[in-house]
């Protein structure tokens, strides 16, 4: 259970960089190029936006499970408990947080610049957040590519 978790949890992320990255190039290219939002622009958005939420209930479920996630007197003086404990969870929440509120501005505003501009804005910054938090092998002791 915790292993299979482990896995889809750490081999999703790469979709998620993957959806995110489509998903703001395309916002990006519609917002500078003037391009009309066409169905397809929003479900490149829809996609990186399920994905991130998927994720964000792998990682809800590893939370508890996780044997790197401590609430022990002291555990917080630990690098890695401080991280999963802490760190890499509330962050990856603030970026699903930003994520989902720029796909329902998208979503609310008619015009389709407007549309592109807040997909590209919130989802790069998110992406960003997210980036930043993941645990790579060459920042957090332990961490796998996969
Ligand atoms: C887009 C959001 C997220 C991404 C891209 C992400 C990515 C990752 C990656 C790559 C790992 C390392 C797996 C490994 O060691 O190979 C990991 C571990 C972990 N994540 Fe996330 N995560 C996200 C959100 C969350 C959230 C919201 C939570 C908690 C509510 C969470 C909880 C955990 C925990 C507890 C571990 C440690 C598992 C362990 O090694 O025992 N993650 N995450």
Do not use: C
């Not at 790469?14 to 489509?22: A, E």
């Not at 792998?58 to 044997?67: C, H, K, R």
């Not at 003086?77 to 760190?87: A, D, G, K, L, P």
């Not at 947080?97 to 989802?123: D, N, V």
Request: charged content about 15%.
């Amino acid at each position: 259970m915790y292993n299979g978790l482990l896995h889809a949890h750490s081999g999703l992320r790469w979709v998620v960089l993957v959806l995110l990255v489509l998903a703001i190039i395309k916002a990006f290219s519609g917002w500078f190029g003037k391009k009309e939002y066409t169905a397809g622009d929003k479900k490149i958005a829809l996609f990186a936006l399920i994905a991130t939420h998927i994720q964000l209930l792998l990682g809800l479920g590893l939370y508890f499970i996780s044997p790197k996630v401590s609430f022990a007197e002291g555990a917080i003086q630990n690098e890695i408990y401080r991280f999963y404990t802490v760190e890499h969870m509330s962050m990856m929440i603030i970026a699903i947080i930003i994520i989902t509120l720029g796909f329902s501005l998208a979503k609310r505003t008619t015009e389709g610049t407007a549309k592109f501009r807040k997909t590209a804005l919130f989802y790069t910054l998110g992406l960003l957040i997210i980036l930043s938090s993941i645990p790579w092998p060459f920042t957090v002791d332990g961490a796998g590519w996969f």
